[in-house]
């Protein structure tokens, strides 16, 4: 009996094992911790991947019939397969969408096709009132939009907007739920095309 009290006063006391069952207990966190750091990191890298390339296509296409060292039929296409090329170097998984849209100058981007006779005054067109519109896109109809697809011609301002997704490079959404176990971001670049010819000007037209 005095043995057996004895042997459990001993390991009560004995402390061998105690850091291996402490570096258990942390190991979970430490490694989230880690792997988020990592992804992070990894994020970056291919949001500034997918600028610079977004970029440097875009300076490339800026010029009359640009070579660009890409597939398509169009320079759109070589354009969109361009960067979608040079993401996938670094993210073989990702998917990405360009999207490019030609407007007279910087400001009409993402604005609406502008009011030349504004009837009744209110900053709005209005088709029951005969309002005129500068036709920017050449599409015979006004448009909240000003842009029209495609590279546009000389001297026209060419916006670029990028979409991406791409799986994370850790499955962080099995231990934080809440996180999407994709990244996913938007990326733009605007530049003008250089002067190789006349800018055309958009026909005034009214309802």
Known sequence: ??????????????????????????????????????????NSYVRSVLQGSLNDAARRAAVEAPAINASGST??????????????????????????????????????EKLMTDHNSNGQFDAADG???????????????AGKTGQG????????VADVSAPRLFPLHAFIPTINPTIEFELQAAVRNQPFGQQANAAVICA
């Not at 361009?82 to 009409?108: C, E, H, M």
């Not at 005129?132 to 939009?145: I, L, M, S, V, Y």
């Not at 011609?153 to 670029?160: K, P, S, T």
């Open 1 to 42: 009996m005095r043995q057996a009290i004895s042997r459990l006063r001993g390991i009560r006391r004995d402390e061998s094992g105690a850091t291996i069952v402490e570096f258990a207990i942390i190991l979970v966190p430490m490694v989230i911790l880690l792997m988020g750091g990592i992804e992070l990191g990894y």
């Open 131 to 145: 309002d005129c519109w500068e036709d920017a896109n050449g599409n015979g109809q006004f448009d909240t939009d």
């Open 153 to 160: 011609g000389a001297e026209d301002v060419v916006h670029y």
């Open 75 to 112: 320079v759109e296409e070589k354009v969109e397969n361009l960067i979608r090329g040079t993401v996938r170097k670094v993210s073989p998984n990702a998917t990405v969408n360009v999207t490019q849209q030609s407007y007279f100058d910087f400001s009409n981007i993402g604005n609406p």
